[in-house]
């Protein structure tokens, strides 16, 4: 898996040709219908796709149902992917990301999130992926850098984005204001985007 | 607009706000281009933390893809008839396909109509269409939408005027006809609106015919859609409605 595709298209700023074999090129052979292009891009995004999905819901076999429809969603949508939007990367993690939140917004899911996987630990797993060096070291920058982030801003952004909670819910659970989650959620990652490095 | 509405961008970046908030945002994000770049990096950024998540996809998830999308139709490009964001002219040959595409996907809508006796089409209606169609008999989009096997039709009068949805909920689009608007000034221009769980979009301007209808038009993502809806905007359209609806057409459920 060769996930730090992540940062590069991002990094290569808006002028840049969009190479063929970058996210952003497969991207646009899967709009034409190019099922060996989709593979690939299956075989870059599959892990960090189902990652967060599983991050966000607990639940594996919820996980896998919705990691399946953001891997046909992203075929189904390749065509509507542009550039000027963003990288391909955060395209995908985006809609990744809001189809896990959106399953956790619905009542039936969140009861089965508490009842069933909360408490699941999933750390042999995260070892496995973590044996592949790029991800360890994808890993290892992110959470340098969560470190470097107030408690405040660190906790907002952890529960807001990988515990899918609405600022709403992290403002209830902090015990802080509205406001204050608001404005901890931005600080916090524009903090983590200029530690990590991604393009202004 | 609420200055405090410009912190929400890193709620926003992590999908964090609520779904009627969201909306909101999303309306001022069309108007505000710095929140636009801003949107973007904090999207990248979240992106990074969704990475370091990776975990190894359950075995025979990718057949099940792959075997998947055999069966799933992939969306054309976004063309829109009035941009979202802005209204500008360079988007004048997506617009003229488009209209293509609408125009041939409403002759089989209304030859299904008429099938169906509802009575909505008029003679003069399906004259004109069946003159688009001998115009645009070969035009390779023929008959995608009617084609579907789930197709329905709904209607609603509002005074003079009639306007029919011909949906399709697997294809996610929708033809709208009309007949019986009054004509508008040349300042002014009828515009279509997808009216979604997230309020409405744009589908789009419609041209008003020597006949008194409306140029059929396509529109795309209805899917989740409650209504296909009708206002008078000023010429050129507007990125969100500004008047109240003239037609307000339920989908088929």
């Given at each position: 898996?060769?996930?730090?595709?992540?940062?590069?298209?991002a990094?290569?700023?808006?002028?840049?040709?969009?190479?063929?074999d970058?996210?952003?090129?497969?991207?646009g052979?899967?709009?034409?219908?190019?099922?060996?292009?989709?593979?690939?891009?299956?075989?870059?995004?599959?892990a960090?796709?189902?990652?967060?999905?599983?991050?966000?819901l607990?639940?594996p076999?919820?996980?896998?149902?919705?990691?399946?429809?953001?891997?046909?969603?992203?075929?189904?949508?390749?065509?509507?992917?542009?550039?000027?939007?963003?990288?391909?990367?955060?395209?995908?993690?985006?809609?990744?990301?809001?189809?896990?939140?959106?399953?956790?917004?619905?009542e039936a899911?969140?009861?089965?999130?508490?009842?069933?996987?909360l408490?699941?630990?999933?750390?042999?797993?995260?070892?496995?992926?973590?044996?592949?060096?790029?991800?360890?070291?994808?890993?290892?920058?992110?959470?340098?850098?969560?470190?470097?982030?107030?408690?405040?801003?660190?906790?907002s952004?952890?529960?807001?984005?990988?515990?899918?909670?609405?600022?709403?819910?992290?403002?209830?659970?902090?015990?802080?204001?509205?406001?204050?989650?608001?404005?901890r959620?931005?600080?916090g990652?524009?903090?983590?985007?200029?530690?990590?490095?991604?393009?202004? | 607009?609420?200055?405090?509405?410009?912190?929400?961008?890193?709620a926003?970046?992590?999908?964090?706000?609520?779904?009627?908030e969201?909306?909101?945002?999303?309306?001022?994000l069309?108007?505000?281009?710095?929140?636009?770049?801003?949107?973007r990096?904090?999207?990248?950024?979240?992106?990074l933390?969704?990475?370091?998540?990776?975990?190894?996809?359950?075995?025979?998830?990718?057949?099940?893809?792959?075997?998947?999308?055999?069966?799933v139709r992939?969306?054309?490009p976004?063309?829109?008839?009035?941009?979202?964001?802005?209204t500008?002219e360079?988007?004048?040959?997506?617009?003229?396909?488009?209209?293509?595409?609408?125009?041939v996907?409403?002759g089989?809508?209304?030859?299904v109509?008429?099938?169906?006796?509802?009575?909505?089409?008029?003679?003069q209606?399906?004259?004109?269409?069946?003159?688009?169609?001998?115009?645009?008999?070969?035009?390779?989009?023929?008959?995608?939408?009617?084609?579907a096997?789930?197709?329905?039709?709904?209607?609603?009068?509002?005074?003079?005027?009639?306007?029919?949805?011909?949906?399709?909920?697997?294809?996610?689009?929708?033809?709208?006809?009309?007949?019986?608007?009054?004509a508008?000034?040349?300042?002014?221009?009828y515009q279509?609106?997808?009216?979604?769980?997230?309020?409405?979009?744009?589908?789009g301007?419609?041209?008003?015919?020597e006949?008194?209808?409306?140029?059929?038009?396509l529109a795309?993502?209805?899917?989740?859609?409650?209504?296909?809806?009708?206002?008078?905007?000023?010429a050129?359209g507007s990125?969100?409605?500004?008047?109240?609806?003239?037609?307000?057409?339920?989908l088929?459920?």
């Amino acid at each position: 898996m060769r996930v730090p595709a992540g940062g590069d298209p991002a990094r290569s700023g808006e002028f840049a040709l969009v190479a063929e074999d970058s996210l952003e090129g497969l991207l646009g052979q899967v709009a034409k219908g190019d099922q060996r292009a989709f593979e690939q891009v299956y075989e870059r995004v599959a892990a960090p796709v189902y990652g967060i999905v599983r991050r966000v819901l607990r639940d594996p076999a919820q996980s896998e149902e919705i990691a399946q429809e953001v891997m046909l969603e992203i075929w189904r949508q390749a065509a509507r992917f542009s550039v000027e939007r963003g990288s391909a990367l955060s395209w995908v993690m985006t809609i990744a990301h809001r189809r896990a939140v959106d399953r956790v917004r619905t009542e039936a899911a969140a009861s089965a999130r508490t009842a069933r996987a909360l408490w699941q630990d999933n750390r042999t797993e995260y070892d496995q992926v973590a044996e592949q060096v790029e991800v360890r070291l994808e890993q290892e920058r992110v959470r340098r850098c969560l470190e470097s982030l107030t408690d405040l801003q660190r906790e907002s952004v952890d529960l807001a984005y990988y515990g899918g909670y609405t600022y709403r819910e992290v403002g209830e659970l902090l015990g802080v204001a509205l406001g204050t989650v608001k404005t901890r959620l931005r600080d916090g990652l524009i903090r983590m985007r200029d530690c990590l490095g991604v393009a202004r | 607009m609420n200055a405090d509405i410009h912190t929400l961008t890193g709620a926003y970046a992590a999908n964090a706000l609520p779904a009627d908030e969201r909306v909101d945002f999303e309306r001022h994000l069309r108007m505000c281009e710095a929140c636009g770049d801003e949107v973007r990096e904090l999207q990248a950024t979240t992106a990074l933390l969704g990475v370091a998540a990776a975990l190894p996809p359950p075995p025979g998830l990718r057949e099940r893809v792959l075997a998947e999308i055999g069966r799933v139709r992939q969306l054309g490009p976004e063309l829109r008839p009035v941009p979202r964001d802005q209204t500008s002219e360079s988007g004048l040959p997506s617009r003229i396909s488009r209209w293509t595409r609408r125009a041939v996907a409403v002759g089989i809508a209304a030859l299904v109509l008429a099938a169906a006796g509802l009575g909505v089409v008029t003679y003069q209606q399906r004259q004109d269409i069946s003159q688009l169609e001998d115009a645009l008999a070969g035009a390779r989009d023929l008959g995608d939408l009617l084609a579907a096997p789930d197709v329905k039709v709904s209607s609603v009068t509002s005074g003079e005027a009639t306007g029919t949805v011909v949906a399709s909920e697997q294809r996610d689009e929708a033809v709208f006809l009309s007949s019986g608007l009054p004509a508008v000034p040349a300042d002014k221009t009828y515009q279509l609106w997808v009216i979604g769980p997230s309020g409405p979009a744009s589908a789009g301007l419609l041209a008003l015919g020597e006949s008194g209808s409306t140029v059929p038009a396509l529109a795309t993502d209805t899917g989740q859609a409650q209504s296909l809806a009708v206002t008078v905007e000023p010429a050129g359209g507007s990125p969100q409605p500004t008047t109240q609806p003239l037609l307000m057409v339920e989908l088929p459920a």
